[in-house]
T-cell receptor, first 114, second 114 residues
């Protein structure tokens, strides 16, 4: 158990809908990262937050957004869902942002868009 | 931009034998970390081993060790005394000191046969 929690574990929804994925980092970690794992794109970095502020952005679609709250939990919002958004979404946390710190991964949320 | 390449999509090994998984990367940075993550059928991302680029000594964690060749930008993982529980997908990952984001290779599926 990495100490990073993600809810829900599974999510099935229809095209065009909007979902919210939630992540709670390890105790003491200030930085949260979101990654997407899909069959065709592999594991890709989406976005990073550090202590409530956006720190880095990767290949995140405009339909996707995220935020980190004062209690440091983070939410990833996916809207106007398409079939291609079906993937495993991971949250990871580290003690700080930037620099060289290990990232610990949550169990992931499996999103299926039908 | 940094890239990570795992040229072996699938590998197999007999239980109790040794197997080596290959990884090469490309970067112009001098300070970075490299990781191997294990993803078993449960889909959890588990950190196996870490190597700091500034360290010449190869990292070792029990049955897992790496061969880090900085000049060649090579980072292979050796699993000794393979166990059935080692069956998983293994990802090589690069952590940039500049961005703090992980860049993953495509993964190698390892099957340990009894």
């Amino acid at each position: 158990d990495s100490g990073v929690t993600q809810t829900p574990k599974h999510l099935i929804t229809a095209t065009g809908q909007r979902v919210t994925l939630r992540c709670s980092p390890r105790s003491g970690d200030l930085s949260v990262y979101w990654y997407q794992q899909s069959l065709d794109q592999g594991l890709q970095f989406l976005i990073q937050y550090y202590n409530g502020e956006e720190r880095a952005k990767g290949n995140i679609l405009e339909r996707f957004s995220a935020q980190q709250f004062p209690d440091l939990h983070s939410e990833l919002n996916l809207s106007s869902l398409e079939l291609g958004d079906s993937a495993l979404y991971f949250c990871a946390s580290s003690v700080a942002g930037g620099g060289l710190y290990e990232q610990y991964f949550g169990p992931g949320t499996r999103l299926t868009v039908t | 931009a940094q890239t990570v390449t795992q040229s072996q999509p699938e590998m197999s090994v007999q239980e109790a034998e040794t197997v080596t998984l290959s990884c090469t990367y490309d970067t112009s940075e001098n300070n970075y970390y490299l990781f191997w993550y294990k993803q078993p059928p449960s889909r959890q991302m588990i950190l196996v081993i870490r190597q700091e680029a500034y360290k010449q000594q190869n990292a070792t964690e029990n049955r897992f060790s790496v061969n880090f060749q900085k000049a060649a930008k090579s980072f292979s993982l050796k699993i000794s005394d393979s166990q059935l529980g080692d069956t998983a997908m293994y990802f090589c990952a690069f952590l940039s000191s500049n961005t703090g984001k992980l860049i993953f290779g495509q993964g190698t599926t390892l099957q340990v046969k009894p």
